[in-house]
Antibody
Framework: QVTLKESGPGILQPSQTLSLTCTFS??????????VGWIRQPSGKGLEWLTN???????YYNPSLKSRLAISKDTSNNQAFLKITNVDTADTATYYCARIVEGIPFEDWGQGVMVTVSS | DIQMTQSPSSMSASLGDRVTITCRASQDIGNYLNWFQQKSGKSPRRMIYGATNLAAGVPSRFSGSKSGSDYSLTISSLESEDVAIYYCLQSIQYLTWTFGGGTKLELK
């Protein structure tokens, strides 16, 4: 059974760095064709793809946010991480991580974690 | 960057209706088009991948098709449980991905 769960600070102030963790089970990020992606959704708005990390440590970022994003992984501990620097109120959203299988996106999703940026 | 234009942004239909939602890609994405369903307060669920492949556990009334640069999600006979927001996602292999803007489907 595959599970993913996001965790994060809940609330942070503008200009700080947001650090999120995706802890997963039931698959390995060292398996060929496997990846983990991060997606966010402001309340009442649509889905926005942020970034993917692949089994071979390849990384791809949303061009509009690329300068502020950093994705990484800890294969041994079944975790993926997302950092967003210099956050603003526009970064307030629910953040999801999701599994990529054989290059096919987002077969499984976490429950999401709400992040609020407020002074 | 590849843009995905999804239409309509919202629609209402009656039970038993045939419903079609469309996404148009700004560049060639081959068959790298996926559809997701999101019910209120829930995480998205993958419905279609590779433009036409039904994801595991998805009812057969859902189908995906491609015509040129237009991709469609069709529900052959709308049921109440299909009320949701639907999103397309282009996933050109190992590159940057893009969601469409979403289609809110309601019952008439």
């Amino acid at each position: 059974q595959v599970t993913l769960k996001e965790s994060g600070p809940g609330i942070l102030q503008p200009s700080q760095t947001l650090s999120l963790t995706c802890t997963f089970s039931g698959f390995s990020l060292s398996t060929y064709g496997t990846g983990v992606g991060w997606i966010r959704q402001p309340s009442g708005k649509g889905l926005e793809w942020l970034t993917n990390i692949w089994w071979d440590d390849d990384k791809y970022y949303n061009p509009s946010l690329k300068s502020r994003l950093a994705i990484s992984k800890d294969t041994s501990n079944n975790q993926a991480f997302l950092k967003i620097t210099n956050v603003d109120t526009a970064d307030t959203a629910t953040y999801y991580c999701a599994r990529i299988v054989e290059g096919i996106p987002f077969e499984d999703w976490g429950q999401g974690v709400m992040v609020t940026v407020s002074s | 960057d590849i843009q995905m234009t999804q239409s309509p942004s919202s629609m209402s239909a009656s039970l038993g209706d045939r419903v079609t939602i469309t996404c148009r890609a700004s560049q060639d994405i081959g068959n790298y088009l996926n559809w997701f369903q999101q019910k209120s307060g829930k995480s998205p669920r993958r419905m279609i991948y590779g433009a036409t492949n039904l994801a595991a556990g998805v009812p057969s009334r859902f189908s995906g098709s491609k015509s040129g640069s237009d991709y469609s999600l069709t529900i052959s006979s709308l049921e109440s449980e299909d009320v949701a927001i639907y999103y397309c996602l282009q996933s050109i292999q190992y590159l940057t991905w893009t969601f469409g803007g979403g289609t809110k489907l309601e019952l008439k």
